[in-house]
């Protein structure tokens, strides 16, 4: 069993900047694939960044390109989302979640096995 904890959610300005955390502890080998999903109020979930634990190849949905960076720590018990030049419409809660099966991509467009329980990120003047 994988049990992941996200951190560093908050509010920030139009343009700036946050880090996210996901700490992951229990097996963690039983993960291929991790990242971050979001949530805004009356919108349907969606994959935003994911990171393989085998090789480091990594995804990210074309609304984030450019602006975020997924990473993970040499041990893999700990992934990061770096947000830069944040936008009102990144407002969601954040999710971090991993698959045992799935690579990347297909983690991130389908229904990851593990989910966290939510850091909120808010940008707003």
């Known amino acids: 069993q994988l049990h992941l904890v996200e951190s560093g959610g908050g509010l920030v300005q139009p343009g700036g900047s946050l880090r996210l955390s996901c700490a992951a502890s229990?097996?963690?080998?039983?993960?291929?694939?991790i990242g971050w999903f979001r949530q805004a109020p009356g919108k349907d979930r969606e994959g935003v960044s994911c990171?393989?634990?085998?090789?480091?190849?990594?995804y990210y949905a074309d609304f984030v390109k450019g602006r975020f960076t997924i990473s993970m720590d040499n041990a893999k018990t700990t992934m990061y989302l770096q947000m830069d030049s944040l936008k009102p419409e990144d407002t969601a809660v954040y999710y971090c979640?991993?698959?045992?099966?799935?690579?990347?991509?297909?983690?991130?467009?389908?229904?990851?096995?593990?989910w966290g329980q939510g850091t909120q990120v808010t940008v707003s003047p």
């Open positions: 229990g097996y963690t080998q039983d993960y291929y694939s």
């Open positions: 990171i393989s634990s085998s090789d480091g190849r990594t």
């Open positions: 979640a991993a698959d045992q099966r799935r690579a990347v991509t297909a983690m991130c467009v389908g229904d990851p096995d593990y």
